[in-house]
């Protein structure tokens, strides 16, 4: 694949690069790129049951909480996000942040797909039902106080 191609999804602010999705490794692993502007949040605080995640930072700050940890990640740092714990990221910084997320088994990516069909944007509340469909559960709850803390919008 060459550099800036591979389908997107995704609006200003928040893209979705696919670079490898697990249909075409047999399920291993995929890989999207993840370009947020500054203090967009992710996605709320979430756990899947079925794949690791692990973010590698291209650029820009990263802040991640990461069963209830925060931290934040620099350029050449991989940060872990193991399956059945809570997690969620964001930008931290003030310039655009882009991370490589590798996902171990491959599958989650469909349902970064799936979030960023404009019809699901009118619907907001089918998030929890949808995000079950791909073995992960969603805390809105535990999110708004994250949102309010780092002045984030999602």
Do not use: C
Not at 2 to 7: H, K, L, N, V
Request: glycine share 12%; charged share 25%; net charge negative.
């Amino acid at each position: 694949m060459r550099a800036g191609s591979g389908d997107r999804t995704g609006s200003a602010g928040n893209v979705d690069r696919y670079l490898l999705e697990s249909a075409g490794s047999g399920g291993r692993v995929a890989l999207v790129e993840h370009v947020l502007d500054p203090r967009v949040l992710a996605a709320p605080l979430h756990r899947h049951h079925r794949e690791d995640e692990y973010s590698f930072v291209l650029a820009g700050t990263l802040g991640v909480i990461e069963d209830g940890a925060e931290v934040t990640a620099s350029p050449g740092d991989l940060v872990l996000k193991p399956r059945g714990r809570w997690h969620t990221f964001w930008n931290a910084g003030e310039d655009e942040l882009r991370v490589l997320e590798i996902i171990v088994p491959g599958g989650i990516e469909q349902l970064f797909r799936r979030l960023a069909d404009p019809e699901f944007e009118q619907v907001p509340e089918a998030l929890p039902a949808l995000a079950e469909q791909y073995g992960a559960e969603v805390d809105f709850a535990a999110t708004e106080p994250l949102l309010q803390k780092h002045g984030l919008r999602f």
